[in-house]
């Protein structure tokens, strides 16, 4: 009887992980892409979802636009040159809005219902994350106008709109990347890193003066370079396993 056991054969190394690697095709779902996860998000759970509880935190964030950033960087166009002024105020408003919405959900609660939710909150904060992106990119635009007005047109306008653009989008990416730090850490890294960065060229003269003569398609293609950086992250980040308190603060 034992003999005729020992004669059944026995499948292979390869046959085995044939095996397992069909038995896993047919049981995941199939992995999607990027912007085909944050269209599905979008029709499931529509805007007013998306930035339930958020009002305030909006409003609060235009408020300091309005009343802080663009008085501060107007006085600066009126005294010196507006490349450091530009290159740190311009992801103001995307910092504002990320950390004011992360944090307001932390504390009132939303954030434990946002996760009970038929989709990953991951993905909910990143697409939330690219509207908060596109609205400050969106700005910008009348925001140097005002400031070359201002300046009396003595730099191009479109080097402006270039430089800040540009300075968005390295902080977009930024800030994604400190998002792999755990707890307040990550949520903290990326606006304490840029103003300690962009405080540098309004200290040192030198730097002012390096800034001032970075030509307009150098920074066309540092955003193009940036955004791509952007959504190679941003996927990492919506595929990233949730969990933890980094989670808690995304």
Same mark, same amino acid.
């Given at each position: !009887?034992?003999?005729?056991?020992?004669?059944?054969? !026995?499948?292979?190394?390869?046959?085995?992980?044939?095996?397992?690697?069909?038995?896993?095709?047919?049981?995941?779902?199939?992995?999607?892409?990027?912007?085909?996860?944050?269209?599905? &998000?979008?029709?499931? #759970?529509?805007?007013?979802?998306?930035?339930?509880?958020?009002?305030?935190?909006?409003?609060?964030?235009?408020?300091?636009?309005?009343?802080?950033?663009?008085?501060?960087?107007?006085?600066?166009?009126?005294?010196?040159?507006?490349?450091?002024?530009?290159?740190?105020?311009?992801?103001?408003?995307?910092?504002?809005?990320?950390?004011?919405?992360?944090?307001?959900?932390?504390?009132?609660?939303?954030?434990?219902?946002?996760?009970?939710?038929?989709?990953?909150?991951?993905?909910?904060?990143?697409?939330? !994350?690219?509207?908060?992106?596109?609205?400050?990119?969106?700005?910008?635009?009348?925001?140097?106008?005002?400031?070359?007005?201002?300046?009396?047109?003595?730099?191009?306008?479109?080097?402006?709109?270039?430089?800040? #653009?540009?300075?968005?989008?390295?902080?977009?990416?930024?800030?994604?990347?400190?998002?792999?730090?755990?707890?307040?850490?990550?949520?903290?890294?990326?606006? #304490?890193?840029?103003?300690?960065?962009? &405080?540098?060229?309004?200290?040192?003269?030198?730097?002012?003066?390096?800034?001032?003569?970075?030509?307009?398609?150098?920074?066309?293609?540092?955003?193009?370079?940036?955004?791509?950086?952007?959504?190679?992250?941003?996927?990492?980040?919506?595929?990233?396993?949730?969990?933890?308190?980094?989670?808690?603060?995304?």
């Amino acid at each position: !009887m034992d003999d005729r056991w020992n004669e059944i054969p !026995m499948p292979t190394a390869a046959e085995k992980d044939a095996a397992v690697a069909g038995i896993l095709d047919e049981g995941l779902p199939p992995r999607t892409g990027l912007w085909h996860t944050l269209t599905e &998000i979008l029709q499931t #759970v529509g805007l007013r979802t998306l930035f339930f509880g958020a009002a305030d935190c909006l409003f609060l964030s235009a408020l300091a636009l309005v009343l802080c950033l663009l008085p501060a960087a107007a006085a600066a166009a009126r005294q010196g040159p507006l490349g450091p002024v530009l290159f740190l105020l311009s992801p103001a408003l995307y910092a504002a809005l990320h950390l004011l919405t992360a944090w307001k959900e932390a504390q009132s609660g939303t954030l434990e219902w946002r996760q009970t939710c038929r989709v990953s909150l991951r993905p909910m904060t990143a697409l939330r !994350m690219l509207v908060f992106g596109s609205a400050s990119v969106l700005v910008c635009v009348p925001a140097n106008l005002l400031l070359w007005y201002l300046a009396e047109g003595i730099v191009s306008l479109f080097w402006m709109v270039a430089l800040s #653009v540009s300075s968005l989008c390295l902080y977009g990416v930024l800030s994604l990347y400190c998002l792999r730090l755990r707890g307040m850490a990550g949520l903290l890294a990326a606006p #304490v890193a840029w103003t300690a960065l962009g &405080i540098i060229p309004l200290l040192w003269e030198r730097a002012a003066r390096w800034l001032n003569g970075v030509p307009t398609v150098l920074f066309c293609l540092l955003t193009a370079a940036a955004l791509a950086l952007y959504v190679s992250e941003l996927r990492r980040f919506c595929r990233r396993t949730e969990g933890g308190i980094i989670y808690a603060l995304s």
